[in-house]
């Protein structure tokens, strides 16, 4: 089937490149000329394991194109796709200019009827809405559906997610529409859901809000386990063995970053108060994901007292793993407050540092390896768990830093090996090794 993508970010370009694994004959349009550009020549603008090797297979095949031209893209699809950003605005609520204007370019460039799929995460009414703004603006009489088709894929496994998600989530209030929509999707082999648009569009913003919840749970969890000398790794373990609960998701660190979950959570929030509906819970969620995502700077400076002059190893600066995302990452607010305390932040990141350079203070020094962050570094921060991180011996630390002090935001090492070595290890919400 013939299909168009409109924004080639994380969510269009994996899309997009999927789609056309699966057989469909895909056009991605971006107004983006560099990006396009560089996909033309089979060139990933991001970092997504195995998607490049796809992208690449499936434009040999002729089966994947990229254009800016919106309407070279529209010409005879029969789907298109908005994957556009939904940023958040200074207010929390999600900013849908994007969005309003693929609906206003949809208008201007069909030449046949077409089912409008959103992907991108967007409040409840949106398809609604931006089936009005086609239909307004459209000049012949064209049949016109939305169908809400939230994603639910992860950075850093965007591709495998797409192949071997839990559902595939299809909202719809037309019948014809939703067929269409089973039948693009059919080939994945993924169970499907259907529902209607606002049930939809609800059901992304409630996932997310829900994982949010757990992360900032079993974050206050570790931070009480700390000050009653439990250890929030086995309270996990021993909590996600209950089938109810689940062992997902109960990873104490310094908190959740991203391009979703922040923007998602304070969407829902704003969304709930367009209902006069106060939603506490979720608020507290997010002041204590603000709260965990400081720790280390928290941890540093109660050992040091003063972080003046002091040369910090940054391990880690994409929100996650296998990543180059550096949206609302832990690393921002920790370079931010370090260089404010007077330190002097070494940054050391696999993929991520380019990202990381618009966003992070204009001292901050970058290195290619972990080993020259730590060399001669006062402390380290483990802010990313990549496994070039990981890889690092108690070894490498107590050789080449100044003094082995350690501030591990992820965990990536067990008591017994710290306790092993002279070094100083101050984890999540498990005992200090002094
Ligand atoms: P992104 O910012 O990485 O990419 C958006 C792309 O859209 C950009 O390349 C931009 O140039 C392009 N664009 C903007 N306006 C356009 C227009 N009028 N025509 C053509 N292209 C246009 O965004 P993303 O991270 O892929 O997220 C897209 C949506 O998917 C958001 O709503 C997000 O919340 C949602 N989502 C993201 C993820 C994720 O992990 N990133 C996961 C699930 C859902």
Known sequence: ??????????????????????????????????????????????????????MKANIDRGRLHFTTNHKEA????????????TPQREDGQADLRFVEQVAIDIASNIENDVVVVTKSTVPVGTNERVQSIVREHLKEDYKVHSVSNPEFLREGSAVKDTFEGDRIVIGSNNEEAAALLEEINRPFGIEIFKTDIRSAEMIKYASNAFLATKISFINEIANLCEKLEADVEDVAA????????????????????????????????????????????????????????????????????????????MLGLAFKPNTDDMREAASITLAHELVKEGATVVAYDPIAADNAKKLLPSETLYVESPDEAIAGADFAMIVTEWDQVKALTFHDYIEKMNEPIIFDGRNCYSLEQAAQHPVEYYSVGRKNIT
Do not use: W
């Open 74 to 85: 529209f010409a005879g699809a029969k789907a298109i796709y908005i994957a556009v950003g």
């Open 238 to 313: 021993g909590m996600g063995l209950d089938d109810r609960i689940g062992s997902k998701f109960l990873k104490a660190g310094i908190g959740y970053g991203g391009s979703c979950f922040p923007k998602d959570t304070s969407a829902l929030v704003q969304i709930a108060s367009y209902v006069q509906h106060d939603f506490n819970l979720l608020k507290s969620v997010i002041q204590v994901n603000g709260e965990q995502q400081r720790m280390l700077v928290t941890k540093a400076k109660q050992r040091f007292g003063s972080l003046e002059g002091k040369r910090v190893a």
């Open 1 to 54: 089937m013939q299909i168009a993508v409109v924004g080639t970010g994380y969510v269009g370009l994996v899309t997009g490149v999927c789609l056309s694994e699966i057989g469909h004959d895909v056009t991605c349009v971006d107004i983006d000329e560099q990006k396009v550009e560089r996909m033309r020549q089979g060139l990933s603008p991001i970092y997504e394991p195995g998607l490049d090797e796809l």
